[in-house]
């Protein structure tokens, strides 16, 4: 079975322009969640999707957003980027999403904005 | 606010040293926990989680962690590490239906 795949590896920007990532789950994973990784704040959750509706929703802003296709395939996309978006993007995947299920986690999208 | 505290940022230990990373979560009620293991260059792993029952979890690689209420606490210990422990650690959080409050990690290295 293949693992959660996210694309592209690598992205560099600059402030101001939009980026688009995105994560195709384990298959049979419906629950899409995204999660940001910085060396000062640790993983951050940023939202989860289930059947293609957001059900959770962390503490960013709202140039942060995403969106789940009906085959599960979620994507994330920040606009007007800024320096401090510079971090590792991770997705995760679950069949349900119930919290005591094992998250199945991507290896990133490291971002860099500069 | 809900929140995770991992308070050793760096550790860096000789191969068979025991090791103990702190985790402290903030009261919630009911919590399931979780640690996760990030190796250089690789994706986060589970190494292990505690819903309920024994408090003493064991893991894999020979990882354990104990749930401590009274403490809002849950150690990873692990009696001999290895080299090949070498990585990043996260203690994480699911309080009810929310989703997983992960720590900021810790990056233990393990010298030879």
């Known amino acids: 079975k293949a693992g959660v795949t996210q694309t592209p590896r690598y992205l560099i920007k600059t402030r101001g322009q939009q980026v688009t990532l995105s994560c195709s789950p384990i298959s049979g994973h419906r629950s899409v969640s995204w999660y940001q990784q910085t060396p000062g704040q640790g993983l951050q959750f940023l939202f989860e999707y289930f059947s293609e509706t957001q059900r959770n929703k962390g503490n960013f802003p709202g140039r942060f957003s995403g969106r789940q296709f009906s085959n599960s395939r979620s994507e994330m996309n920040v606009s007007t980027l800024e320096l401090g978006d510079s971090a590792l993007y991770l997705c995760?995947?679950?069949?349900?999403?119930?919290?005591?299920?094992?998250?199945?986690f991507g290896s990133g999208t490291q971002l860099s904005v500069l | 606010a809900q929140s995770v505290s991992q308070h050793n940022h760096h550790v860096i230990l000789s191969e068979a040293a025991s090791l103990e990373l702190g985790c402290n979560y903030s009261y919630g009620g009911t919590v399931n926990l979780f640690w996760y293991v990030q190796y250089p260059g690789q994706h986060l792993q589970l190494l292990l989680k505690y819903f309920s029952g024994d408090p003493l979890v064991k893991g894999i690689k020979g990882f354990e962690a104990e749930f401590i209420k009274s403490k809002f606490s849950f150690n990873l210990r692990k009696p001999s590490v290895q080299w090949s422990d070498t990585a990043e650690y996260f203690c994480?959080?699911?309080?009810?239906?929310?989703?997983?409050?992960f720590g900021t990690g810790t990056r233990l290295q393990v010298f030879p």
């Open positions: 995760a995947s679950s069949v349900t999403g119930a919290e005591d299920e094992k998250l199945f």
């Open positions: 994480a959080v699911g309080y009810n239906t929310d989703k997983l409050i």
